[in-house]
């Protein structure tokens, strides 16, 4: 059963940095599309950044280029986002969401980690 946990959310200010995680479980997920998504409220559901396959190509939305890196630990199975240089706007439910072989190239996703970006 594949199970996605993350942690790592908080109350931050502008300016700063957090490092989220994505523990993933049933799986190896080496291969799989693992990717960051957001949810502010009364928005939509939308892509941050994702580690696209084994070799490691990622792709990241324009409003986070620059500042986010997202990486995985194979040996650990987590898939991570830094965030650096952190905005207002940034504040949203982060999901992390994976999809291959491991999955059955079906959608699974974790249940969402709280970042609030205020002063």
């Known amino acids: 059963q594949v199970q996605l946990v993350e942690s790592g959310g908080g109350l931050v200010q502008p300016g700063g940095s957090l490092r989220l995680s994505c523990a993933a479980s049933?799986?190896?997920?080496?291969?799989?599309?693992m990717s960051w998504y957001r949810q502010a409220p009364g928005k939509e559901r939308e892509l941050v950044a994702v580690i696209v396959n084994a070799a490691g190509n990622t792709n990241y939305a324009d409003s986070v280029k620059g500042r986010f890196t997202i990486s995985r630990d194979n040996a650990k199975t987590t898939v991570y986002l830094q965030m650096n240089n952190l905005k207002p706007e940034d504040t949203a439910v982060y999901y992390c969401?994976?999809?291959?072989?491991?999955?059955?190239?079906?959608?699974?996703w974790g249940q969402g980690t709280q970042v609030t970006v205020s002063s």
């Open positions: 049933g799986g190896t997920f080496a291969s799989s599309m």
């Open positions: 969401k994976a999809w291959g072989r491991d999955t059955s190239y079906k959608d699974y």
